[in-house]
């Protein structure tokens, strides 16, 4: 009889192993979900647009972005596109059964 309790303790041990495997992956994965959300929330946020504002009545002039302003931000949206790519395929592919 002690012999079928120790298996199924080992049973227990195993899946209680597997279920803390996949969440800790589930942790991780949402960790830089939320590190990408915060970072396009950081790129949305309007800061500077007051001072281009206050800027531009001098002269009634809408200031132009400079060329390499404009080739950082495209490299920014190609490194977002790439990376949100990548979550869509990864995510597919956790299943967690707790018993």
């Known amino acids: 009889m002690s012999n079928n309790r120790v298996e199924q303790l080992e ?10 495997t996949g969440l800790t992956e ?6 830089e979900r939320i590190r990408v959300l915060e970072a396009e929330l950081d790129a949305d946020t309007p800061t ?6 206050a800027e531009s009545t001098d002269g009634d002039e809408t200031p132009e972005a ?3 302003d404009v080739a950082e931000a495209a490299a920014d949206a190609d490194g977002e596109a790439d990376t949100s790519s990548d979550e869509t ?3 597919g592919s956790d299943d967690i059964i707790v018993a």
């Open 26 to 31: 589930e942790l991780i994965e949402a960790k």
């Open 66 to 68: 400079e060329p390499d």
């Open 89 to 91: 395929e990864d995510s």
């Open 48 to 53: 500077r647009v007051p001072e281009r504002r």
């Open 11 to 20: 049973s227990t041990v195993s899946e209680l192993e597997s279920t803390v």
